[in-house]
Every structure is written in structure tokens, then in C-alpha cells.
């Protein structure tokens, strides 16, 4: 997926370099001018279902308390078909709302479905809502895409906590020193 | 100094260009050869060498050692001396003379440019004895003494291993005695000084002197002299074989249910790390590196160290080769300053005999597998990063088959249990996808959401757009899809290209990508499947059947052709780079039926199968039929503009989604005949929205220039030109279901 199609579809790094712009604010945004994507697109990545997500928080997210994300989703395919969604809650965060999974009937192109789903995190700090879509289109085919919703609680340092010790090696490269198994 | 008179031999070498002579190619072979050999040395173009196999060849003769390099032709592009110490005069082997290890051999080559070269072989065989000073054992090299008193005589000599021996640890026996160099030269058996020959003159070195301190390496030849004290007796120099760490390196391989797709936590196995880095590092200090290696297609190793030295094994996430052909493979954390991950075993002492260190990497799941939680691992996760080489492992090892002296652009991949499907700041971990952008690749590592590193598939299909950047060319731009979209000609072939590819690379059609709670769900892709929905020129789903097809011997449907990777490889690195047109389907056929018109028909039965006209193909799909049913604006798919000429009528669509999809993009050539300045317009004729078109400018794949002016429904790009056709790219934000220009070169300005 490139830049211009997260300028599209899943603008959710907003979020966290705004966590505090939450309420009504879709998470969608439009270029009204090309001129914003660049000549020529460079990321390119893996195949998946044909499925785009916006979400909304619908308040400032807080400890301990329960927030609703409005999540909605895009088909790109142009064939019809049914559209899966399982949410659940990543490390630290949990789903409060329903945790069955949705499914959502499928016709045309563009068209968009919307769920509202609540989350509870009892410490400060950065958290993610797991998002998988299972686009199943009238071919008998199906594909996955995943998302995730980031939830940032609090004004915490959110930098990632290194699995092992960083080190610096004999030519002073940085290395992750991590325990090895040992095998007779 | 020593006298070279044999240089001066006519050695009428002509300048040909050389087809490189294919390496070994079995998969296993620069890691196995690395491991007993070393990892290789390298002739400097038209320069003398004095070289030594560092193992015991496989094949020992000329041929056999150094003929499966890339020389080139022996005795005109090549030629190898060896010294016959008795007659104390050179003889030019042939190419079925043997090759003896820990003998000197002189090697030249006037190829035109240096080689990298290796000695294939095994273990160098040892002998014990009581004047050896390692517990190891040592090699004898037997030596020639003078002729007759107040004499000396030289002779050439070659270091048996792969790891470095310094000259004060060689012993020299003379009868019953044994003599350290210094000793030796005392009892006036054999010089304290070696000669290393630098290219141009002599280097010389001994075992007392500070700063002249001789080491012998890897494939290394030298001088050493014998004095008439030796004469009567038999010498000989016993070169010792230094402490061994030996062992195997492994990781956890996650298994596949191939039902659901998903990862299978009661399928782990341990597969060998192969290629890896291997170092033994310094207890006292954590830091320095006392002996280090790679890890062969077993993942075995073997490190030679000081003896009884405190010590840790660490393996690095990385696989490197320099010289022809080279690599340089890494795993980093891009959460955590890009560190390189690295997994350490636990202290020991190297003692004075064999020690043992099997590693492994565990995958970091610690419950039971028959109740997987949302979350898979509780453990840290020290597998991945070797899963993810050994899917590259298998990538590179193919394409070195195909072309044994391939140089690979370093790669780093950027994996982490923090990286994440949201798009924002990498360095948290929110990259977005697993992807390939700006030389490296992103990988997930989201345990309950996607993960990837098991994903031999997805790492394959992302490492062939490594491939397509560096090796060959695309012209992709990217952004989502799908084996069912009707995409931009440049997606359908690099998206098909990455799919196919890693069917290949692994000889598994089904490409499987597993996600969810537990990493238990996922899809398939088969890129054998001939059915494809919405084929045809813009689909990634017609490009990897029919390039899969190409590969593979299976006959199914229309495919009777069975290339094997090697065809596929040297159009993709030649044709493919250097097409005029962008990179497509077309480009890549049209070459592929030109290189193997044996094939041609077969080929055109595959591509005629996924409803691309075939038969009559050219690189510009001059004569592509298939315009999706008869909608409008999708055919022709270059269209020409004349300089000077009457404007061109283009429009762009969105009926099969944006922004990368079919008829997204609309494709112009200009030919231009006089270098210049050049002025391009677009401007709207119809649509009733407003629109921002862009206009985008491409020779042979470079982007030259472009022009992405917010003006509303028009666009000028002011472009100083060579001459040649380029390509032009009309694109706008579809806020219109159909829009379309006039497009025109309004002339050259200015000659240049």
C-alpha cells in the first residue's frame, strides 16, 4: 500500500501524533489536489482482500474507561461477495462491546459498512485494537486484510521496550542480543 | 629479493570476453564451501598471486580448484605455475595437474577484471605427533633442502587452512628435534623470514619482529627458505590446526495448517540456519571477535579459537559473501535503532580439545498448542529473524544457480514484534503492511493480528520486488490490489511477479499468508491456477499463472512449456531492465518468445490462455484486443504523440476502482528526434467535476520529470528532452468517473 493510499483510506497515524484531536473526527482524508502524492509511488506491498477501514474514537480514550471506535470499512472489489470482520483486543487492551464476528453483504464498489465497537485498557500508555477483514467474493475466493487501531491513554512514553540488550558489536554496530537455546 | 624469470614466459593472453563458467551449482554450495574452505579470495586482474588450497579439494586438479571460477579459458585467459623445488624451476600445469595442499601455486589471470574465487572441499586432513603444538593435530608440509653446503634453497608453500595460523606457532622438525621458526633459524635449519608476494614485490615477515609479525590466511602461498644445517635430514614444517567450537545452528520452524492457513503451534520444527554469521566473542570483554564463519547449508559451523579461552558463540541475523558473487542480508529491529539481531549462547572455556555449541532459536511459544490464545508467543520471539533469512536463503541460492556471480545490493529487512498494520511512525512499528520500499524490506510481526515471518511466501513475494528494483527493473506504482483487480499494467506485472516468484523460489505454488487471533487464519493463493477471475494484460492473477506456468514442468491446461527459473531470470535482468516501453506483461513475453523461439508457441498457447493476445505481441501490447468487454478508454494502451502535432484526446477512469487500477493512468509515447525544450498540456474536455491532472515523464523506465500543479482541470510540464521515446503518464484524482484532455507538445522551445 503506498502513501497516497493511506491518505485514502487508513489515516490512522493522525491519531497518534494527535491523540488528543479524537471526538467525531473521521480519520478519512481525501487529497483535493494530486499534487500532494508525488510523482511516482514506491512502496509496494503484499497482496490482501480489497478492503479499506476508517475509524473514529468517539471519546478521549482513558484509563479504566470504555471507549467506542466507530470502525467502517470500504469494499475495492469490484465483485460482490460477503465481508467478515472479527475484532478483538491486542496486548493490554480489551473489547468490551461484541466479539463475534460481523458479517456484512456486499454489492458494489465503494460501498462502505460500519461497526461500533467499545475497548477498555486499565493502564496508560499505547495500545492497538486487531482488526481482520475476510473479504469472501462471489468467485468462491476469499483474502484477508488485517488492521489495527492504535490507542494511545495517557501522555506515556509509547517507545517500544527491546526484547533483548542493545549492544554495540566489535565494528560499533548496534545489535539486539537475544538468548539462545542451548542444544546437546 | 626473489627472481620471477618465469613471468617473463610468453603469455599471450588475448582480451576476450569471457562467459563466466558457472560455480558449482547446488544449492548448498557456498555455504558448505565456506565452512571447511573459507569464504574465498580474490585475483587482481593481471597481477601474480601465490595461492594455496585452505582445504582439501574436492576435485584436486587445476580444473577441479579453479576452474570452476570464472577465469575464463586456461592458458589464454589464465594460467597456474607450480615450483619444482629439486630442479629449482617452474612448470605451467595443464588443467588435469594436481593441485596438492600446502603447496605455493602462482596464478595469474588478465581476464580484464579481478575474480573472486573459492576452492570447493573438505575438512584438511590432519596428523598427530608429539612436535605438534596443537591438540588438533597439524599439517606436514615436507620441505627441500640445498643441494650442497653453503647453499640455501627456497621453497614455495601454501597454508592448509581456512583460519589464520600465526608463523611463530608452526613448528619445524628436523630429525627427531622440533624448532620453533626463530629456533630453527639458530640451529641454521630454515630462515626466521616468509616472503609474501603483493602483487608487485615482496613482503617479509617473521616471528619476532614487532610490525612484521607473519600470519598465514587463507589461501595464502609463501616463501619460506632452507638453510644447508638441513641438509642429510628430512624437514619438515607442521602447521597447526588451532582450538575448535564446532556445532549446529538452528531455528524454530512454526508449521502450517493448511486448512485454515494459519500457523500450526503443534508443528514446530528445527530447521538449519544456513549462512549465518557465526562469531566467537571475547568472555573478558563481550566484544571482540576471536574467530568467526558462516554456517553451512546443514547450519553447521566450525570456529578455530584460542585454547582455553573464556568465550560465548553469538549468531548473527545476517548472511554475507563479498567478493563474485556477493550478498549482505540482515534482520534489524526497526523499533530499536535498526540494532542487528543476534542471539548469544552462554560462557564457556575452549579448553584444549573439541567443544560442541548447538543453538537454536526458539520461536518463543511456551503453551499448549491445542489452545493457542488470542496472543500466540510469551516468550521472546528469537526464531523470526532466521525464519526470514531462510526464506531468502532460498531466494538468493536460486538466483545464484541461474547466474553463479550475481552481486546482490544489501538488504536490510526491518522486522518486530511491534510492527504493526497502521501506517505512521516505523521506528514505533506502524509500518503499515509487510513491504519493500526505499532499498529495504518491512516486515509484520503483529502476534494475534499478522504475522509474517513464518510466511515464506509473503517474504518471498516482497523480496521479489527487492529483486525487481535491483536486479531488474519496475516500474510499479504500487499501492493495494489483488488477484481479482483490473490493475495499471505496471502493478499487474510486479504484483504477478511477486506471487509467481515465490511459488519458484520455494517449488510450492501455494502462496499462504496466515493472520488473525492465535496467527490462526489466512488465505491462499495457488499461482498454478489457470482460472483466474477478470484475467487478461492488467490482472496480477493472469501474470503469475502464466509466469508460474512458464516455470514449471506440471502440464496443466494450455501449459506444455517447462523454462525452469533460468530463461525467466535472464530476461527479467536483461529485456526487462531495458525495455523502452513500461514494464508489463508485454515487455517481458515479447522478449521471453524472442530468446527461446523454440518455446514461442507453447509460450503463446500459456499467454493466449489468460486473454492476452500473444501471437502477434510487441512491448507496447500494440495489438491487445482484450479491453474488458468493450469499455471504452482502456484500449490503446500507448498512444502517440507527435511533437508538433495535433493534440491526443485521452481519458482517465475509475470503474474498476483507483488509484492504481486499470485506466487510472493513461500512457502517451513521445519520439523525440531533437534534443530540446519541450512543452507538454493536458487540459480538460469533459467531466463534470473539476479535476487535477497530472503529467508524468519516463524514458526507459527513469523517471525524467513531471508536473503535479494544483491548477484546476489543466496541466503544463516545461521538460528539457534527449532524444528517444518516452513515456508519458496522464493521470488525475478521478473525482469524475470518466475525464478527459487534450494532450499536446506544443514543439521545442529551445534546441539545446
Known amino acids: 500500500m503506498r502513501e497516497y493510499l493511506k491518505k485514502l483510506t487508513i489515516v490512522v497515524a493522525m491519531a497518534m501524533m494527535l491523540p488528543m484531536a479524537y471526538a467525531n473526527e473521521a480519520k478519512q482524508q481525501t487529497p483535493t489536489t494530486t499534487s500532494e502524492i508525488g510523482h511516482r509511488e514506491q512502496i509496494v506491498g503484499k497482496p490482501g482482500a480489497p478492503i479499506a477501514m476508517e475509524y473514529s474514537l468517539k471519546s478521549m480514550p482513558k484509563k479504566g474507561k470504555d471507549l467506542d471506535v466507530d470502525l467502517t470499512f470500504t469494499s475495492l472489489s469490484a465483485l460482490p461477495g460477503t465481508l467478515t470482520v472479527k475484532v478483538h483486543g491486542g496486548r493490554g487492551l480489551r473489547l468490551v462491546s461484541d466479539k463475534r464476528p460481523v458479517d456484512f453483504a456486499v454489492q458494489n464498489l465503494n460501498e462502505t459498512h460500519g461497526r461500533t465497537v467499545t475497548v477498555n485498557a486499565n493502564k496508560q500508555g499505547l495500545f492497538y485494537i486487531n482488526v481482520i477483514t475476510k473479504l469472501t467474493t462471489s468467485d468462491k475466493k476469499h483474502r484477508q486484510r488485517t488492521f489495527a487501531v492504535p490507542i494511545q491513554i495517557g501522555q506515556v512514553d509509547s517507545r517500544p521496550i527491546p526484547p533483548g540488550k542493545v549492544l554495540e558489536d566489535s565494528t560499533g554496530q548496534k545489535i539486539m542480543s537475544l538468548p539462545a537455546e542451548e542444544i546437546e | ?106 596464478l595469474k589471470s588478465i581476464s580484464g577484471s579481478n575474480i573472486a574465487w573459492d576452492v570447493d572441499g573438505t575438512v584438511t586432513p590432519l596428523v598427530n605427533s608429539a612436535a605438534c603444538p596443537s591438540s588438533h593435530g597439524c599439517f606436514e608440509i615436507q620441505l627441500i633442502a640445498p643441494a650442497s653446503a653453503g647453499l640455501k634453497r627456497k621453497n614455495m608453500v601454501g597454508h592448509p587452512f581456512p583460519d589464520t595460523v600465526p608463523w611463530a606457532d608452526v613448528r619445524i622438525v628436523a630429525g627427531a628435534n622440533s624448532y620453533t621458526p626463530a629456533q630453527a633459524a639458530t640451529n641454521n635449519l630454515l630462515t626466521d623470514t616468509i616472503w609474501k608476494y603483493n602483487g608487485s614485490s615482496y613482503d617479509t615477515y617473521d616471528s619476532t619482529t614487532p610490525g612484521q609479525i607473519g600470519m598465514l590466511n587463507a589461501y595464502d602461498g609463501f616463501w619460506v627458505e632452507v638453510l644447508d644445517g638441513a641438509i642429510g635430514q628430512t624437514v619438515k614444517l607442521l602447521i597447526p590446526k588451532k582450538g575448535n567450537v564446532v556445532g549446529k545452528i538452528t531455528f524454530d520452524q512454526v508449521g502450517r495448517n493448511t486448512t485454515t492457513h494459519g500457523l500450526d503451534y503443534c508443528s514446530i520444527t528445527q530447521l538449519p540456519a544456513r549462512d549465518v554469521i557465526i562469531e566467537a566473542i571475547d568472555a573478558a570483554n563481550n566484544t571482540t571477535v576471536l574467530a568467526s564463519a558462516s554456517t553451512d547449508a546443514n ?114 529487512t526491518n522486522w518486530s514484534v511491534n510492527n504493526v498494520p497502521v501506517w505512521g511512525d516505523k521506528t514505533i512499528g506502524q509500518i503499515g503492511t509487510s513491504h519493500y520500499s526505499s532499498g529495504e524490506l518491512f516486515i509484520l510481526g503483529a502476534d494475534g493480528n499478522d504475522t509474517d515471518e513464518y510466511d515464506d511466501h509473503v517474504m518471498i513475494h516482497e523480496w521479489g520486488h527487492y529483486y525487481e528494483a535491483n536486479l531488474s527493473r519496475s516500474d510499479s506504482i504500487g499501492g493495494s490490489h489483488t488477484s481479482s483487480d483490473r490493475l495499471d499494467l505496471t502493478v499487474a506485472f510486479g504484483e504477478g511477479w511477486g506471487n509467481a516468484l515465490s511459488g519458484m523460489m520455494t517449488n510450492d505454488p501455494i502462496y499462504r499468508d496466515s493472520s488473525g487471533a492465535s496467527n490462526a487464519g489466512g488465505f491462499p493463493i495457488d499461482v498454478e491456477a489457470n482460472t483466474v477471475t477478470n ?114 484526446n485521452l481519458c482517465t477512469i475509475n470503474q474498476f476502482g483507483s488509484p492504481n487500477k486499470l485506466s487510472n493512468y493513461r500512457n502517451l509515447t513521445i519520439d523525440v528526434q531533437t534534443a530540446g525544450s519541450y512543452q507538454i498540456t493536458a487540459t480538460k474536455t469533459s467531466g463534470i467535476f473539476t479535476t487535477d491532472p497530472d503529467l508524468i515523464l519516463y524514458k526507459q523506465g527513469a523517471f525524467i520529470t513531471w508536473s503535479g500543479t494544483a491548477t484546476a482541470n489543466n496541466e503544463t510540464l516545461n521538460a528539457s528532452l534527449q532524444t528517444g521515446t518516452h513515456i508519458l503518464r496522464l493521470r488525475d484524482n478521478l473525482t469524475n468517473s470518466i475525464s478527459c484532455y487534450n494532450i499536446q507538445v506544443t514543439g521545442q522551445i529551445t534546441p539545446q
Open chain 2, 1 to 106: 629479493m626473489l627472481h620471477r624469470n618465469m613471468i617473463v614466459k610468453s603469455f599471450l593472453l588475448v582480451g576476450l570476453v569471457m562467459a563466466p563458467l558457472a560455480l558449482n551449482q547446488g544449492r548448498v554450495t557456498f555455504a558448505d564451501a565456506e565452512a571447511q574452505c573459507g569464504s574465498g579470495a580474490t585475483l587482481v586482474n593481471n597481477q601474480w598471486a601465490i595461492v594455496s588450497a585452505p582445504c582439501a579439494p574436492t576435485t584436486p586438479t587445476v580444473q577441479g580448484v579453479f576452474a570452476d571460477d570464472p577465469f575464463g579459458t586456461y592458458d589464454t585467459e589464465w594460467v597456474v605455475y607450480d615450483r619444482d623445488e629439486v630442479n629449482e624451476s617452474y612448470i605451467t600445469l595443464n588443467l588435469s595437474s594436481p593441485i596438492l595442499q600446502g603447496t605455493g601455486y602462482w
Open chain 2, 299 to 412: 547450519g553447521d559451523y566450525s570456529l578455530a579459537v584460542e585454547e582455553n579461552t573464556n568465550m560465548f558463540v553469538r549468531v548473527k541475523a545476517q548472511m554475507k559473501r563479498t567478493g563474485m558473487p556477493s550478498w549482505d542480508f540482515t534482520v534489524v529491529d526497526n523499533t530499536n535503532s535498526k540494532a542487528l539481531y543476534t542471539m548469544d549462547g552462554t560462557q564457556f572455556n575452549s579448553g584444549t580439545s573439541v567443544v560442541t555449541k548447538n543453538l537454536n532459536a526458539a520461536s518463543g511459544f511456551t503453551g499448549n498448542c491445542n489452545s493457542v490464545g488470542t496472543q500466540a508467543y510469551s516468550a521472546t520471539r528469537v526464531a523470526a529473524p532466521f525464519a526470514i533469512l531462510d526464506a531468502l536463503y532460498k531466494s538468493y541460492q536460486n538466483v545464484l544457480a541461474a547466474v553463479s556471480t550475481t552481486q546482490f545490493t544489501a538488504l536490510p
Open chain 2, 535 to 648: 484475467p487478461g494484460w492488467y490482472s496480477e492473477g493472469s501474470v503469475q499463472s502464466l509466469l508460474y506456468d512458464l516455470f514449471d514442468s506440471v502440464n496443466d491446461g494450455m501449459d506444455t512449456v517447462a523454462l525452469g527459473f533460468t530463461p525467466i531470470h535472464q530476461i527479467m535482468i536483461g529485456q526487462q531492465k531495458t525495455t523502452t516501453a513500461m514494464t508489463s506483461i508485454f515487455s517481458f513475453i515479447t522478449a521471453l518468445k524472442a530468446a527461446n523461439p523454440a518455446q514461442a508457441t507453447a509460450i503463446n498457447n500459456v499467454v493466449n490462455a489468460q486473454s492476452i493476445v500473444s501471437d502477434t505481441m510487441d512491448e507496447w501490447g500494440s495489438t491487445e484486443t482484450n479491453n474488458v468487454s468493450g469499455t471504452a478508454n482502456v484500449l490503446p494502451i500507448y498512444t502517440a504523440l507527435s511533437v508538433g502535432g495535433s493534440a491526443v
